[in-house]
């Protein structure tokens, strides 16, 4: 064959090449998938082997095995932090201070957050929130608190139950009258959802809200957990005779009560306010605290604010942690290894707030024989107090606070808000994907993609 050379003036023809640009592109792409297979294959199998320290976590992957971020759905938006590091005017305390309303991030206003209400702060919330989150208002009261604590989930009767607020002005409750139990019907809730999302009104969300009438009454409920196949109720008590106590109730007709336990060695618990039960020992735990005194129920304290274990088959009660301005929330991780107990003291009921007092989940850890060690500060919160609090079956730690329920991974990080625009005291999750909100005025009907942790034993 001929040389191909240059001719005087010309351009020599291009060589032919034996492959496109296209398959050298996958070429390179199939020997670093290669490589990498390669390299973590040696790495496991070295490891079964015991003789070597690499390590396969810290290699680059490349770009096309790199796992690609779910999209935000269409009810979400992501709150960008970096917004309001720096902003071009902080208010005082005595104009702003995370109580009288929520913060609004620049380029937002209270609607707009309303709006799309699922808040992403952190990526790894979107797993969460699934596809298709919802929020339904499914209940509303005038004035009255109706929708305060206590949610707890009915397997086996598919019904929500919750509380009224004990010592709220606009209840009445307190010394007057105690505060009632309520129930809904979860397959109300998914109805009501589903014709949301058909385009009815809000109006045509609402459902049924049923009195449960527990005998003998339980007296100002205010916390409760699932127990053995019966609903624990923390009662905080009314005057200086009705102490307060813990009460067992059937979920089904006739709810018939049992109080189990009402005193520390002969002396009144001050105003019992939350309860759980642990998930490997299946020991009860439960908060005390001020809030039937500091909403003018109950007599002054005569012990410390604490937290108590109850080992009901020994009849044993030991204090596990004090230290707290006004305990409150108290919930534990799904392998029971953590406690998390939110201290609700910035908040002092009819009295106002103290600023510099805490709005503050602590988490302990809790050791083989059921005592708490190490507490550590795992959340301050922006919006008024951290109420109730759970855990969904990641470990995830979900909390009622000012502005709605806030999420937190088991390291602290904020990872978004379900945002009301209003203060959730307590909610629960309410089997795969379901959650009820309580925000005293009014109630939420949830679905997601989280699952809630529950102790089984307890169902």
Request: charged share 15%; aromatic share 10%.
């Amino acid at each position: 064959m001929a040389s191909q050379q240059a001719k005087p003036g010309g351009v020599a023809p291009a060589t032919p090449t034996t492959r496109s640009s296209g398959s050298g592109a996958r070429s390179a792409l199939f020997v670093a998938a290669a490589a990498y297979l390669f390299i973590s294959l040696t790495y496991q199998t070295s490891q079964v082997l015991g003789f070597t320290s690499l390590s396969v976590s810290n290699l680059p992957r490349p770009a096309f095995l790199q796992p690609k971020p779910a999209p935000v759905p269409s009810q979400a938006q992501v709150i960008d932090q970096r917004s309001f590091n720096a902003l071009p005017h902080v208010p005082p305390s005595t104009e702003f201070n995370g109580t009288s309303k929520p913060f609004v991030p620049p380029g937002h206003t209270v609607d707009s957050l309303k709006e799309r209400p699922f808040h992403v702060y952190d990526p790894a919330f979107v797993a969460l929130l699934g596809s298709d989150p919802t929020l339904t208002r499914i209940a509303v009261s005038d004035k009255d608190p109706l929708f305060h604590e206590a949610v707890v989930w009915s397997r086996d009767t598919e019904e929500v139950f919750f509380v009224q607020n004990a010592g709220a002005p606009d209840a009445g409750t307190g010394l007057a009258k105690s505060a009632i139990i309520q129930k809904i019907s979860l397959a109300d809730a998914q109805a009501a959802a589903d014709r949301k999302k058909a385009g009815t009104s809000d109006a045509g969300t609402l459902i049924p809200v049923t009195v449960v009438d527990s005998a003998p009454q339980v007296i100002n409920p205010n916390g409760a957990t699932n127990y053995r196949g019966q609903i624990l109720f923390a009662g905080e008590g009314m005057g200086p005779n009705i102490p307060s106590a813990l009460y067992a109730m059937n979920p089904r007709a006739p709810y018939n009560t049992t109080v189990l336990l009402n005193n520390y060695f002969g002396r009144q618990f001050s105003s019992l306010n939350d309860v759980a039960v642990h998930p490997r020992s299946r020991d009860v735990y439960f908060t005390d605290t001020l809030y039937g005194f500091l909403q003018d129920f109950r007599p002054a304290p005569g012990l410390r604010n604490q937290v108590y274990r109850w080992v009901e088959s020994t009849g044993a009660v030991a204090v596990v942690a004090d230290g707290f301005t006004l305990p409150n929330g108290l919930t534990f991780s799904p392998d029971g290894r953590y406690a998390y107990v939110s201290d609700t003291g910035m908040h002092h009921g009819l009295y106002g707030f103290e600023y510099r007092d805490p709005a503050t989940i602590y988490r302990y850890d809790v050791q083989s024989d059921g005592t708490f060690e190490n507490r550590k500060t795992f959340a301050y919160v922006d919006s008024v107090v951290p109420d109730g609090v759970h855990c969904d079956d990641k470990g995830n730690v979900y909390a009622g606070c000012g502005d709605g329920i806030q999420v937190w991974n088991p390291s602290g990080t904020l990872l978004g808000k379900i945002y009301l625009g209003m203060g959730a005291a307590n909610f629960q999750f309410a089997g795969p994907g379901r959650m009820v909100v309580c925000a005293e005025t009014e109630l939420y009907y949830v679905t997601l993609a989280a699952v809630g942790a529950i102790v089984e034993s307890e169902m």
